[in-house]
């Protein structure tokens, strides 16, 4: 499968979500070699409190580690800027796999590794990246779907349009049905 992890946030495991952690110096003596004594999660769960001894003074003190939604912007064609929205990806998937066999949980994954690639980019990316994306990823899942999802970011305007990517599709999926 296409799954990657993008964050490397120890607490929370999640694409959305980064830790921001600011560099620790103890208060008393500016040592930066600690021990954590104590942590648990602070402000309803968006920060975590240490409780830190320092090494070389044996001070004790107490840093917040705050943790950020790290926002992801999109760039549409128009040059208008918003925020990255996974539902509105998973609509379009959804019109594409109408009445096709494809599980709302296959979906939902496929919109996710979407918002998961377009993250790994580490920037703002357009909604032509996300169209291709999302296109990749449905690929693999359903010939149909790819196709219909395909005439929608393609601008498809005519039959040859259809003729053209269905060709392209056969012609690139026939060696593995020699197997
Ligand atoms: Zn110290």
């Known amino acids: ?16 979500i980064a830790c921001i952690v600011t560099g620790m110096r103890c ?3 500016s040592t930066d070699d600690d021990r954590v004594v104590d942590s648990r999660l602070a402000e309803d769960g968006v920060a975590i409190r240490r409780r830190r001894e320092c090494a070389a003074c044996g001070q004790r003190y107490t840093t917040f580690e705050r943790i950020e939604e790290v926002g992801l912007v999109v760039v549409k064609r ?12 998973l609509m379009g998937i959804r019109a594409a796999c109408k009445n096709r066999p494809v599980d709302e949980r296959v979906m939902e994954g496929i919109a996710a590794t979407v ?13 032509e990246e996300i169209g ?14 790819y ?5 929608v970011y393609k601008g ?14 056969v012609k690139s999926t026939a ?5």
Not at 132 to 145: E, F, G, Q
Request: charged share 30%; aromatic share 10%.
């Open 147 to 151: 196709v219909r999802f395909a005439s």
């Open 78 to 89: 128009s040059g208008e800027r918003e925020p990255f929205d996974q539902s509105k990806i």
């Open 132 to 145: 291709r994306a999302t296109l990749d990823a449905i690929r693999p899942i359903d010939d149909v779907a």
């Open 175 to 179: 060696p593995k049905l020699r197997n």
């Open 115 to 127: 918002e998961e690639s377009m993250r790994l980019l580490n920037r703002d990316v357009s909604s």
């Open 156 to 169: 498809f305007e005519g039959t040859e349009d259809f003729a053209r990517e269905i060709g392209m599709l």
């Open 27 to 29: 208060p008393f003596c």
């Open 1 to 16: 499968m296409w799954w990657s992890r993008v964050s490397t946030c120890l607490y929370h495991n999640s694409p959305k």
